[in-house]
């Protein structure tokens, strides 16, 4: 069974970091690409960044560009969010998932953890 | 940037009825979207993919149709399981959630 379990959510304040993992199971996680996806508090859904199979590609929305780094140990099934010169703007529930197809950066998202809550606050 | 829309933003109707909701592309995105399915205080659940691709598992009474940039999601006949907010995204550069559309029951 596919399992996806994120952490490393918290509170920072404004210009601060924060690194999330999602460890993944159930799957061969070399195979698949992977993504962030995160949710404002009562607002809805905000693709982040994605990282490839292999991990040799990343991709990133504009709004965090050069503010976060995605990456992946693919010997440790783990998938990483760093996260820096965080805005209140940044304040959402953090969710990884995973690509459905084989060693393509499709973008269809067809499991996703529970979560995991930043909030950006002084 | 690719950009979507959906609509209506929310609506309400009978168990048993079919509900429609429309998603509209920014620019041609050949059948890049799928379709997705969050409950209250859960992740989102993919239900439709490439555009019309059933996910495993997912009851039938849930289909998609379109092409180009202008997309249909329907249910046939709403259960109550189904109250949720449901998002369009396409993939064809890279990836964009609709602004969802929330369903109830009257």
């Known amino acids: 069974e596919v399992h996806l379990l994120e952490s490393g959510g918290g509170l920072v304040q404004p210009g601060g970091s924060l690194r999330l993992s999602c460890a993944a199971s159930g799957f061969t996680f070399t195979d698949f690409a992977m993504t962030w996806v995160r949710q404002a508090p009562g607002k809805g859904l905000e693709w982040v960044s994605a990282?490839?199979?292999?991990?040799?590609?990343?991709y990133y929305a504009d709004s965090v560009k050069g503010r976060f780094t995605i990456s992946r140990d693919n010997s440790q099934n783990t998938l990483y969010l760093q996260m820096n010169s965080l805005t209140a703007e940044d304040t959402a529930i953090y969710y990884c998932a995973k690509d459905l197809y084989v060693g393509s950066t499709r973008g269809s998202f067809d499991y996703w953890g529970q979560g995991t809550l930043v909030t950006v606050s002084s | 940037d690719i950009q979507m829309t959906q609509s209506p933003s929310s609506l309400s109707a009978s168990v048993g009825d079919r509900v429609t909701i429309t998603c509209q592309a920014s620019?041609?995105?050949?059948?890049?979207l799928n379709w997705y399915q969050q409950k209250s205080g859960k992740a989102p659940k993919l239900l439709i993919y490439d555009g019309s691709n059933l996910e495993t598992g997912v009851p039938s009474r849930f289909s998609g149709s379109g092409f180009g940039t202008h997309f249909t999601f329907t249910i046939s006949s709403l259960q109550p399981e189904d109250i949720a907010t449901y998002y369009c995204q396409q993939y064809d550069d890279l990836f964009t959630f609709g602004p969802g559309t929330k369903v109830d029951i009257k």
């Open positions: 990282i490839s199979y292999s991990g040799g590609n990343t």
């Open positions: 620019q041609d995105i050949s059948n890049h």
